[in-house]
Each structure stands twice: as structure tokens, then as C-alpha cells.
């Protein structure tokens, strides 16, 4: 991989982030409602709704008000709240924490549950245990996280009383051990989902690979099963595996919206209900630039690190 892809591939980023704000700020302006009035309230008279709309800038042309937006964010700036009394930045940051914190032990349950499942699967093919693990996948999949969510905190919160069963202390207040604990339950709940969906693209990664003949000629020279699997076969099927992950994340960073809700998580999807409710555009327009940014980034990690697992990756 040489230093003119890399670059390449950071000026790449531009682009699509710009096509993002323009798609985020058209829908937000085709949606119905007025912020002005929504922060005023149904008694607030026409003109006191005017005079807010022109101290907040909504009664500029939609293109003026884009461009001053994308003016604003290149020098950093994502704009002030319309509802928060903060800075788009500054109320991101207060929220960024148990989102963070969520998505990361989500995405670790998924990745751990999703190959240890997917090995076994593979190794075991074609017998009841590939049988039991790939209709627990398939359950998996197709059970709502939000379902899943409610039915942990009915067993293992309400019953058992083992965790919380909602809410999230900050780190600094009551430290990492207590504030994980308040995401074991949520991190399952979104984890298990996508931990079913890289069982299903390890396995049929692994039986693939299990047919080549280098994994034939490796067992004919007496190589033992378990280095088998893990040295020939799971390393190379990790680069499947690592291209899913890109996909993972976009789908618990958009689900960490309902589980923050189903869990009261004071995260940045709680901050989106609670924002598109209020018409807080610029809040809105902060988060997905967010996510968005988040997810090329890591699209861009995945795409490095092929050349670490498959050597023979060149760019």
C-alpha cells in the first residue's frame, strides 16, 4: 500500500461527506413543522415566531442557509442549537460517551459470539451441532432488538436483578467496572443481532476455504485439526470477516437509536429522538455528519487492514 493511495483515499472522504450534508439538509427541509414555533409553543403569536426565525437565520433562502452551513463546518463549527442553548459541538460531546461506549462492547459481543459460533459451525458441518448453531443464527437475525432488549431486562434485571435494567452513569462519576455494567444487557441486546450475521459469513467462509487443496494437502501431511482451522482456514477468512465489519457498525450505530431508547441510555440516539421532535436541525444535521463520518473512517481502517491479513492485497 503506498502513501498515494492512502492519500487517495482521505480526499475520497470529502466528497462523500458533502453529498451527505446536502441529502441530510434537503430532508430536513422538506420535513413539516416550524422550529421557531415549536420552541415557542402554540400560544406564541405570529410575530414573535417571526422575530425568532430571523434571529435564528430561518427566513434566508434554503441555499444561503446551506452554505453558511458547510461555510461553518469547515472551520469547524456545527452550528448552535436551536432548542439546547449550546453549541452542536458541545452537546455531541455530553452525548458521545454511552454511544461510544455501546457500539464498541456491541460490536466486540457481535465479533467474539459471531466467529467462536461460525468456527464451530464450520467444523462441526453438516452435523447437529452446525444444525442447532445455524437455526439460532437464523432466530438471531430475524428477532427485533428491541424485543430482544425488553426480554433481557425481564429475565436478567427484573428477575435475577444481575444488572441494571436501565440508565448510564458517566465513567467519571461512577467509574468503568459500574458504567459497563449498565451496558451489558444493551450491548447484548444489539450485539446478538450481527453476531448471527458474521456466523453465517464465517461459516460459509470457513467451508469454502475447507474444500482447497492446500487445506487437503496440510491434512494429508498430518497436520493436526485444531492448528488446521486456526492457522489455514480461519486466518484466511478473516478478510470476509473483515469487510462485514464495516457493515456491522453502520447497523448498531443506526439500532443504538432504538436500544438507547428501549434501555433510557442518555446516548446520541436518545439526543436524535429527542431533537427531530423539537425541529433541532442543526443537532440532527450534527449526528449523521457524525455517523457518517464515523463510518467511512472505519470503511477506510478495514481497507488497510487487508494488506495486514492477506498479504497478497496490493494497492
Not at 25 to 32: A, E, S
Not at 183 to 194: K, T, V
Not at 290 to 301: E, H, K, S
Amino acid at each position: 500500500m503506498t502513501p498515494g493511495y492512502i492519500l487517495r483515499r482521505i480526499l475520497e472522504i470529502v466528497p462523500v461527506l458533502l453529498v451527505v450534508t446536502i441529502v441530510v439538509f434537503t430532508i430536513l427541509q422538506l420535513t413539516p413543522g416550524d422550529p421557531a414555533r415549536v420552541m415557542l409553543g402554540d400560544m406564541a403569536t405570529e410575530a414573535d415566531v417571526l422575530r425568532l426565525r430571523e434571529s435564528l437565520g430561518l427566513e434566508r433562502p434554503v441555499h444561503v442557509q446551506y452554505l453558511v452551513f458547510v461555510g461553518n463546518l469547515v472551520r469547524g463549527d456545527l452550528g448552535q442549537s436551536l432548542a439546547l442553548d449550546r453549541s452542536v459541538f458541545r452537546a455531541l460531546l455530553e452525548r458521545a460517551e454511552p454511544t461510544i461506549a455501546l457500539t464498541a462492547l456491541s460490536l466486540l459481543v457481535a465479533l467474539i459470539v459471531g466467529v467462536v459460533t461460525g468456527v464451530i459451525a464450520a467444523v462441526f458441518h453438516n452435523r447437529p451441532t452446525d444444525q442447532i448453531l445455524s437455526t439460532l443464527a437464523l432466530v438471531g437475525v430475524s428477532i427485533p432488538n428491541f424485543w430482544l432488549g425488553l426480554l433481557l431486562i425481564l429475565v436478567f434485571a427484573v428477575r435475577f436483578g444481575w444488572f441494571p435494567a436501565a440508565g448510564y452513569p458517566p465513567i467519571a462519576e461512577e467509574g468503568l467496572v459500574q458504567s459497563l455494567r449498565y451496558l451489558i444487557l444493551p450491548s447484548f441486546a444489539l450485539g446478538l443481532s450481527q453476531a448471527s450475521i458474521i456466523s453465517r459469513i464465517t461459516r460459509s467462509t470457513m467451508l469454502d476455504i475447507f474444500r482447497q487443496d492446500f487445506v487437503r494437502t496440510a491434512v494429508a501431511k498430518g497436520v493436526g485439526q485444531r492448528l488446521v482451522v486456526i492457522r489455514h482456514v480461519l486466518v484466511n477468512a478473516l478478510v470476509p470477516i473483515i469487510t462485514v465489519i464495516g457493515l456491522v457498525l453502520a447497523a448498531l450505530l443506526s439500532g443504538a437509536v432504538v436500544i438507547e431508547t428501549v434501555f433510557a441510555i442518555p446516548g446520541l440516539g436518545r439526543l436524535v429522538i429527542s431533537s427531530i421532535a423539537r425541529r433541532d436541525y442543526p443537532v440532527i444535521q450534527g449526528v449523521v455528519l457524525l455517523t457518517a463520518l464515523v463510518y467511512v473512517l472505519v470503511n477506510f481502517v478495514v481497507d488497510l487492514l487487508y494488506t495486514v491479513v492477506d498479504p497478497r492485497v496490493r494497492y
